[in-house]
C-alpha cells in the first residue's frame, strides 16, 4: 500500500505559493488602513503586521501537512524560555487519566478510571513529542477507514477484537471494517435497524451519546446521517480505543460513568447508545440510567445492545448464568419505569426505549415512592459534581402536548433557528437580538479566518476545538460535512452556555483549562481560542494553558487566538519557545480595534528527531 499522504513537492510548493499569496494580498488590504495615534499596543501589532508584507520570501506560517520528509522553514528566533522535548515514553501522556495515577484510586465505581489530575509540582513543562513517523491522517472520508499505524502504533485491539471486526492491521495501516461486537453485519446495517424505529434519518435526532464507545464506528457511520455522537471510552487495558477514534476523526473523549455527573448537561442528547459497554446500569439503585436520562432529551431514545436483552436465547453464548441476566434485565425495566421511558422496540440483542416529553405524560411517578427527585437548583452544575441516585425533574409546561424544555427544529434548520433556552429567558443577559446578534459577528469572524487561512474550508482540519465555545457561533459558522468541533464552555465562564450549543445541533463539553483536557496527544488539527487568555488572567498559569494546546494539537496544526493586543503579546513570547510559528494580525474591522488575531502553526517533530525550527 501506499505511504499515508504522499504527495510529490511540486504540489507542496504550489499550496505554499498560494497561501503566501493570500496572506500577503490580507496584509496589504489590511496595511492601507493602517493610521498613527491609536490606542495601547497598537503601534507593536502595527509594526507585526507590516513585517507581513514582505512577499519576496516565504511565510513562516505553514499551513500544509507533512508528507514525510523535513520542511526546510524556519521559525523566527525569540528571547523567551525555550521548551524541551519531554522524554520519548510521554508519547501518549493523558495527564488527568495517567495509569500508575490512577491505580493509587478506589476501584468502586470506576472511580480509578475518572479524572485524576497531577497536583502543580507534577505538571510537565515540555513538548509532547509525536513518535517517530507520524504523519497527517488521511482525510475524511477516508480516515473513517483507515489510520496510519505510526500514529497509534498498538495492535492489541486486532487479536483481542479480530473475530468481532474492530480494526484490522495492514502493514502501514489499520483498517476499520465497520464492525463491532454488536454489529457483525456492519455499523450501517446495525443503525438501519435502529432507524426503523428512530427518527434517524430526517434531522429529528440529530446529537448522540456512545457510551463505551470503543473504537466509535457507530458514531463515525452515524456522520453519514447528519448524526453527530459523542463517543466516550475509558483508559484502560483497551488503551487505544478513544486514540483511534479521534485518528479516525470521530468526537470522543476519555470518559467513563463513575461517580462523577457526566460533563455535558441536562436535555442534551436526542439518543444515548450502549453497545455491549459492560456498564451495570441496575446497580446502585439505577444511579447510571437517571444520569443518562439527566442528559437525554425530552423525546430522547435510550439504546441498549447486548446483554442483558434477549437472555433466554443468549446466556450459553454469553458464558454467564440465566438467572444473573435475567435479574440485570429486571432492574433495568424496573428503572426505566421509574423513569417513565417507554419500551418502543426489542428484537433480537437489541432493546430501545423512549423518554416522554414532559411528565404531564407520566403523573403517576409524582406519586411513586421509590421516586427521589434531584432538589439541586443548577441542574447544569455537574463539574467535579458527585452523581445521584435521584431522578431529573423536566421543565414546566402548560398543556399534555408540549415538548418539556422547548422542541427544537430538525437539523439543520437548527444551527440558526433561536434555540429555547434562550427564547424561554433562561440564559441570562442573552436575549433573541443578542444571540443573532452574535451568530452574525461569528459569520463575520469565520470569513476572516478563511482569508487568514486557506485551508480552512478543504477538509485539511477536520478534528476542531473551541476552547471558549460561548454560544456556539464559531462552531455554527465553520459548519461543515468535512469537520466537527468540539465547543467547550469553561466552568468558570460568566454564563452556563453548553444547553445552547446543543440546541443548535452541536456537541460540547464543559472543562477548566486549568487542568488537562480528557484526550489524548495529537487529537485536534485546529484550535481556536477566543479569549481564553484574558478569562483565565489570574486563575492559573497562561503558560500550563499553553503546553495543553500544544499537547493536543497535531503537528502542522493551527492555532487561531483571539484576544486584547496586550494579552496577545505576552501569548507570543510564550510561544516563542514552543516550535510554533506565528503571525499577529489586525481584527477584520481594522487596527482601531484592540482585539487583535495571533496566528500559528505548530512545527513538525517527532521523538528524538529534528524538527523544522532552530531550537
Partial sequence: MARPNSADGRTRTSIQILIVAGLCLFFYALGAWQRSGFGKGDSIALAITNSGADCDVASNLNFETHHGGESETSGESEKAKVFEPCKSHFTDYTPCQDQKRAMTFPRENMNYRERHCPPEGEKLHCLIPAPKGYVTPF??????????????PYKALTVEKAIQNWIQYEGSVFRFPGG????????????DQLASVIPIDNGTVRTALDTGCGVASWGAYLWSRKVIAMSFAPRDSHEAQVQFALERGVPAVIGVLGTIKMPYPS???????????????????????????????????????GPPINWRTNYKAWQRPKEELQEEQRKIEEVASLLCWEKKYEKGE??????????????????????????????????????EACVTPYPDVNDSDEVAGGELKPFPQRLYAVPPRIVSGSISGVSVETYQEDSNKWKRHVNAYKKMNKLLDTGRYRNIMDMNARLGGFAAAIESPKLWTMNVVPTIADKSTLGVIYERGLIGIYHDWCEAFSTYPRTYDLIHANG????????????????????????????????????????????????????????????????????????????????????
Fill in 139 to 152: 482525510p475524511w472520508p477516508k480516515s473513517r477507514d483507515y489510520v496510519p499505524y505510526a500514529n497509534a
Fill in 180 to 191: 463491532g461486537t454488536q454489529f457483525p453485519q456492519g455499523a450501517d446495517k446495525y443503525i
Fill in 267 to 305: 436535555r442534551s442528547f436526542d439518543m444515548a447508545h450502549c453497545s455491549r459497554c459492560l456498564i451495570q446500569w441496575g446497580s446502585n439503585d439505577g444511579m447510571y440510567l437517571k444520569e443518562v436520562d439527566r442528559v437525554l432529551r425530552p423525546g430522547g431514545y435510550w439504546i441498549l445492545s
Fill in 350 to 387: 437489541i432493546a430501545i426505549w423512549q423518554k416522554r416529553i414532559n411528565a404531564e405524560s407520566c403523573r403517576a411517578r409524582q406519586d411513586d415512592s421509590r421516586a427521589t427527585f434531584c432538589k439541586s437548583a443548577e441542574d447544569n452544575d455537574v463539574w467535579y459534581k458527585k452523581m
Fill in 532 to 615: 481564553v487568555f484574558s478569562l483565565y488572567n489570574d486563575k492559573c498559569d497562561a503558560e500550563d494553558i499553553l503546553l495543553e494546546m500544544d499537547r493536543i494539537l497535531r503537528p502542522e496544526g493551527a492555532v487561531i487566538i483571539r484576544d486584547e493586543v496586550d494579552v496577545l503579546i505576552k501569548v507570543k513570547k510564550i510561544v516563542g519557545g514552543m516550535r510554533w510559528d506565528t503571525k499577529m494580525m489586525d481584527h477584520e474591522d481594522g487596527p482601531l480595534v484592540p482585539e487583535k488575531i495571533l496566528v500559528a502553526v505548530k512545527q513538525y517533530w517527532v521523538a528524538g528527531g529534528n524538527s523544522t525550527s532552530s531550537h
